[in-house]
């Protein structure tokens, strides 16, 4: 593990982008990606943490963690359906077969939980019981583990509007997929989920909910990409602690980026108007939860690579053969 001081010291130096020899560069909130020849795409997963839809710092090792975690659990559930990952250059990278993504993007939740203006814990508690096209009874607690995993989709912002909330029925009556893609999407996403609950609480954690990104290949195949279970992309709770702080009506502890959320939340942000400044401590907290989520889930001490990251990156490329 690294420690506080050390990621305290890597904070100016976390990794905002990457620069590289290759045409076609583009930037999401939290990686950067190059199209490469045949059929495929380089993905540099970077320390940028993103929350409230909005950039708001950078953690050190995050982008390695998000990267090397999101693909061991590939690895875990490729038996259930098949993913887009080729190789891992370097451990902010992946090269993947490019796929088209679904214009729906798969949120699970095992828990009634949240923070956010979306959540499911938010809405309950403002007197809204028909939410996401379930019925919620009465008298539920924040943070109540839910009778079974529910799906609640949202559109994938940019393609038909950003993080527009539907229900099952209205995936398929508003054209995003067919009947029986979507079944095969919602089935593989439950059973994900699941996967990733049983080995999370061999780990002593909680898979609180989560988000899944489909799409389809170049064969046609239904293919999961982007990342999975991984602090950013999942809610995760510490287990031997939640009965005990449920009862006392405590939120539970959480490694996540939630945590982050959270944070926020108490300073009165939720993602509108000016941003609040933070501490250094916030982020290399931060740094600290998303490094013991990967050494509890893969049994792995993490092995942080060196910084300058670009350096090291190009220099793995180019032994790789990725870059001449």
């Known amino acids: 593990m690294v420690s506080h001081n050390e990621l305290l010291k890597l904070i100016p130096h976390a990794l905002h982008e990457t620069n590289l020899p290759l045409s076609g560069k583009q930037s999401g909130k939290v990686r950067d990606w190059y199209d490469l020849s045949d059929?495929?795409?380089?993905?540099?997963?970077?320390?940028?943490?993103?929350?409230?839809?909005?950039?708001?710092?950078?953690?050190?090792?995050?982008?390695?963690?998000?990267?090397?975690?999101?693909?061991?659990?590939?690895?875990?559930?490729?038996?259930?359906?098949?993913?887009?990952?080729?190789?891992?250059?370097?451990?902010?990278?992946?090269?993947?077969?490019?796929?088209?993504?679904?214009?729906?993007?798969?949120?699970?939740?095992?828990?009634?939980?949240?923070?956010?203006?979306?959540?499911?814990?938010?809405?309950y508690s403002l007197g809204e019981r028909d939410i996401y096209g379930y019925r919620f009874p009465e008298g539920l607690q924040k943070n109540a583990r839910l009778p079974e995993p529910i799906i609640t989709p949202t559109t994938k912002g940019g393609v038909t509007g950003h993080d527009e909330r539907l229900t099952c029925a209205e995936v398929v009556s508003q054209g995003h997929l067919d009947a029986n893609t979507w079944e095969q999407v919602q089935t593989a996403a439950l059973a994900i989920f699941k996967r990733g609950q049983e080995v999370a609480l061999k780990a002593g954690l909680i898979l609180v909910d989560t988000k899944y990104e489909f799409g389809r290949a170049a064969d046609g195949s239904v293919v999961l990409i982007d990342e999975v279970h991984t602090p950013d992309s999942s809610r995760f709770w510490k287990a031997d602690t939640y009965d005990a702080r449920f009862a006392e009506g405590q939120d539970p502890d959480n490694f996540d980026k939630e945590f982050v959320r959270i944070a926020y939340a108490e300073k009165g942000y939720r993602g509108d108007g000016e941003i609040p400044s933070m501490p250094d401590e916030l982020w290399a907290s931060a740094s600290e939860r998303y490094i013991t989520i990967y050494e509890l889930l893969t049994g792995k001490t993490f092995e942080a690579g060196s910084y300058p990251i670009e350096e090291r990156l190009l220099a793995n490329l180019k032994n790789t053969g990725v870059i001449s």
């Open 39 to 123: 059929g495929q795409r380089l993905i540099v997963t970077t320390d940028r943490l993103s929350a409230f839809d909005r950039v708001l710092a950078k953690v050190p090792y995050k982008g390695q963690v998000l990267n090397q975690l999101s693909n061991w659990w590939f690895e875990q559930t490729q038996d259930i359906i098949s993913n887009h990952i080729v190789s891992l250059p370097d451990p902010n990278a992946s090269i993947v077969r490019t796929a088209e993504p679904f214009t729906v993007e798969v949120i699970v939740r095992g828990y009634i939980t949240g923070v956010t203006s979306t959540a499911l814990w938010y809405r």
